[in-house]
């Protein structure tokens, strides 16, 4: 599975982006999907994920009621709405796939693939 994430951009505090991540490959349909970003000197942390099965979501608690994560099977695509922005959201974001979850979605090491990432600035 090859992914190519996009969207990323400076975005004013409070204002919204929306990031793309199109996967490769006919096991789409199959693989869990997550987004990860990692700030400036710091390390990888994760944002949110979905599954494939019942497409429950799961999301980290900075970005729980800003942040939507959606996936559309037909079209191989997963995506992450981030609303109300704050400068805190500042980070390189990379998408994830993972053909199994052993443990927690949270997890970057249950992830077998990832994306190139995209940046994303959010200004005061």
């Known amino acids: 599975v090859q992914l190519q994430a996009s969207g990323g951009g400076s975005v004013r505090s409070g204002g919204s982006l929306g990031l793309s991540c199109v996967a490769s490959g006919r096991t789409f349909n199959s693989i869990h999907m997550g987004w990860f970003r990692q700030a400036p000197g710091k390390g990888r942390e994760f944002v949110a994920a979905i599954s494939w099965s019942d497409g429950n979501t799961v999301y980290a608690e900075p970005v729980k009621g800003r942040f939507t994560i959606t996936r559309d099977n037909a079209e191989y695509t997963t995506s992450l709405q981030m609303n109300s922005l704050k400068p805190e959201d500042t980070a390189v974001y990379y998408c994830?796939?993972?053909?199994?979850?052993?443990?927690?979605?949270?997890?970057?090491?249950?992830?077998?693939?990832w994306g190139q990432g995209t940046l994303v600035t959010v200004s005061s």
């Open positions: 994830a796939a993972a053909r199994y979850i052993w443990s927690d979605y949270a997890i970057d090491t249950e992830y077998d693939y």
